[in-house]
């Protein structure tokens, strides 16, 4: 009951103070003007909406675990730190795993898997991710989003002792370059805006609208610096950190209690004064 407590906490925390501010600087960014904005904010709307999506369905995947611990269901984890992953493949073990497990089981190895040789399983992959695109709205960009995944896979396939042999932060760097651009095609509706828009990404140009830069106060630089860092299994460091300090049981319990409580209450006062943000997965 008290472990799917906490669960529910930490879901609602991610929901409501992070992914629902994170969405004011995306949306800021991707419901204006693309054309006219400079690449370092097109670089901020991406990190923006990298965090409120991670947010937003794990916090949403999260409330649903803690309210299933609360009723005697242990639900696995959907999300496992995907952002610290060093491969494509990897990102797709730690992301959204409900579902990637599903078309694993019900698409992927029914259509042969890898079992069939090296053509029938890139063939395969294709197939898988383009339904996942496809999936998740009849939308070119949907389409493009999941074709770019299925494509660095199989490249990844193809030369497996590549990545192995990049150091690690090289890995780290590639994994986050290419999520970054498919979050374009997933967050923009036509595929001619998100083209503008990654074109203005790598386009380094210094010109431009800065009026997303003024909602960076103490208070959202603060989200962003701790939200980056959650993206990293910090939690549980700190958790083994605090155990190995104090040697009492009862001490700590109280300690923690007193967090989520106060985090409970945060949320529900932020929940009270924001405007509406329903989940992204809703739309799914």
């Given at each position: 009951?008290?472990?799917?407590?906490?669960?529910?906490?930490?879901?609602l925390?991610k929901?409501?103070v992070?992914?629902?501010?994170?969405?004011?600087?995306?949306?800021?960014?991707?419901?204006?003007?693309?054309?006219?904005?400079?690449?370092?904010v097109?670089?901020?709307?991406?990190?923006a909406?990298?965090?409120?999506?991670?947010y937003?369905?794990?916090?949403?995947?999260?409330?649903?675990?803690?309210?299933?611990?609360?009723?005697?269901?242990?639900?696995?984890?959907?999300?496992?730190?995907?952002?610290?992953?060093?491969?494509?493949?990897?990102?797709?073990?730690r992301?959204?795993?409900?579902?990637?497990?599903?078309?694993?089981?019900?698409?992927?190895?029914?259509l042969?898997?890898?079992?069939?040789?090296?053509?029938?399983?890139y063939?395969?992959l294709?197939?898988?991710?383009?339904i996942?695109?496809?999936?998740?709205g009849?939308?070119?960009?949907f389409?493009?989003w999941?074709?770019?995944?299925?494509?660095?896979?199989?490249?990844?396939?193809?030369?497996?002792?590549?990545?192995?042999?990049?150091?690690?932060?090289?890995?780290?760097?590639?994994?986050?370059?290419?999520?970054?651009?498919?979050?374009?095609?997933f967050?923009?509706?036509?595929?001619?805006?998100?083209?503008?828009?990654?074109?203005?990404?790598?386009?380094?140009?210094?010109?431009?609208?800065?009026?997303?830069?003024?909602?960076?106060?103490?208070?959202?630089?603060?989200?962003?610096?701790?939200?980056?860092?959650?993206?990293?299994?910090?939690?549980?460091?700190i958790v083994?950190?605090?155990?190995?300090?104090?040697?009492?049981?009862?001490?700590?319990?109280?300690?923690?209690?007193?967090?989520?409580?106060?985090l409970?209450?945060?949320?529900?006062?932020?929940?009270?004064?924001?405007?509406?943000?329903p989940?992204?997965?809703?739309?799914?």
């Amino acid at each position: 009951m008290i472990a799917g407590s906490y669960k529910f906490i930490r879901g609602l925390v991610k929901k409501i103070v992070f992914a629902n501010n994170f969405a004011i600087i995306a949306d800021l960014i991707f419901n204006g003007d693309i054309q006219s904005l400079p690449s370092v904010v097109n670089w901020l709307g991406v990190l923006a909406y990298s965090l409120q999506i991670y947010y937003d369905f794990s916090g949403y995947s999260d409330m649903a675990i803690g309210l299933g611990l609360m009723m005697g269901f242990n639900i696995p984890e959907n999300f496992r730190h995907p952002y610290i992953s060093k491969s494509i493949k990897e990102f797709w073990q730690r992301w959204h795993i409900s579902l990637s497990t599903w078309f694993k089981h019900y698409l992927y190895i029914p259509l042969g898997g890898n079992r069939k040789g090296k053509f029938r399983t890139y063939l395969n992959l294709i197939v898988v991710f383009f339904i996942t695109g496809l999936w998740h709205g009849a939308s070119y960009n949907f389409i493009i989003w999941g074709m770019i995944h299925g494509v660095f896979l199989i490249l990844e396939r193809l030369n497996p002792r590549l990545l192995p042999r990049l150091p690690a932060i090289l890995r780290h760097f590639y994994v986050v370059l290419v999520i970054s651009i498919t979050w374009v095609f997933f967050r923009l509706a036509s595929l001619d805006q998100a083209l503008i828009y990654l074109k203005n990404m790598f386009s380094f140009k210094a010109t431009g609208d800065y009026y997303a830069l003024l909602y960076l106060n103490p208070y959202f630089i603060f989200l962003f610096i701790v939200g980056i860092l959650l993206t990293m299994p910090i939690r549980s460091r700190i958790v083994i950190l605090f155990k190995g300090l104090n040697r009492s049981p009862n001490l700590l319990l109280i300690a923690k209690s007193t967090l989520y409580i106060g985090l409970f209450i945060y949320s529900i006062l932020a929940l009270s004064m924001a405007t509406h943000h329903p989940f992204i997965y809703f739309k799914f």
